[in-house]
């Protein structure tokens, strides 16, 4: 008898992984009070759970997925040949226990230290090698619609399934490490490594009222604004992002940066290599300004880097107070 197709959770429908929703990690307990359905359709949620964990069965294949984008696949089978064209997300494929199924990776997939190794390396993020990615033959190949460009994105999808995610808070994060678990069969350790994030982001202290300009480029100045995920990691920090009002990564001039009078400057270690004569040159703008490096890929990275980050984020809290001035050490 062949088995229903599965859909993504979150999609008009809750469907459980073990004792959680793959997609929203509702608990049991939760989807109980639903209100997305009719009280028949939450008993039968319910009943189906139980039956699930009381003969310890698989979720079903195939299953019927849907990406960032809304996009739908059907998948067979757990992905056994996967290309990730994102570097936080090839770590995410590590830490989830997938790291054996990926046989393309980016230049830029450093992480983890053995990514790379015995894989082969399908260009850059914005310069992918098409003819590469074709020769592996994947049975999924995992793209970001910020990372990745939809041209390349258009001409993969033409010979392979493309799961594109689209990041742009935590919860949405925690949310796409689900449903990639729940697209590679691996659920009950997304649904873990969620559950761990949000309990550590829940655990930070904040610092309210602190003035943040974060920015990620120069010549010209670039900052991270409006709708980007760093603003979203600056607000789970209580910290305020001055170009919150400006979309995404807007270009700013040294005189926006003096109108915005923020309290600290954050030079990020990604995409820009900023260096310590760079915040002097800010200095001379900003003489009121604490300003310091970051490491970039914790603030940006949306998948399992964020557990790391966490620890991360309560060691430099403390240093983000203080006098005004360049405070350089290296991350």
Known sequence: MTPPEVASACIDACQLAADACSGCGRRLDDIAAWPGAGSGERIGI???????????????????????????????????????LVPSQTELLFDLGAGERVVGVTKFCVHPAHARAGRRRVGGTKTPDIARIRALAPDLVLANREENRAEDVAAIAAFAPVYV????????????????????????????????????????????????????????????????????????????????????YPEVTAADLAAAEPDVVLLSSEPYPFKP????????????????????????WPGSRLLAAAGYFRELLPRLAGNAGVQWRDE
């Open 46 to 84: 319910l009943m189906q759970a139980a039956r699930r964990l009381a003969n310890g069965a698989p979720r079903p294949w195939p299953r019927r997925v849907r990406d960032g984008l809304g996009n739908e696949l059907l998948l067979a089978g757990p992905p056994q040949r996967i290309v990730s």
């Open 165 to 248: 995610t689209d990041v742009n808070t935590v919860a949405q994060a925690l949310a796409m490490t689900r449903a990639v678990g729940f697209t590679l069969g691996v659920e009950a350790a997304a649904a873990r490594l969620a559950a761990d994030i949000e309990a550590a982001f829940g655990d930070l202290p904040r610092l309210d009222g602190l003035r943040c300009a974060y920015l990620i480029w120069r010549r010209p100045w670039m900052a991270a604004a409006g709708g980007s995920f760093i603003d979203d990691v600056l607000r789970r920090l209580g910290v305020a992002n001055v170009f919150a009002d400006r979309p995404r």
């Open 277 to 300: 004569a760079h915040g002097q040159e800010l200095a001379h703008v900003l003489p009121r300004a604490r300003i310091l490096p970051v490491d970039g890929e914790m603030f940006c």
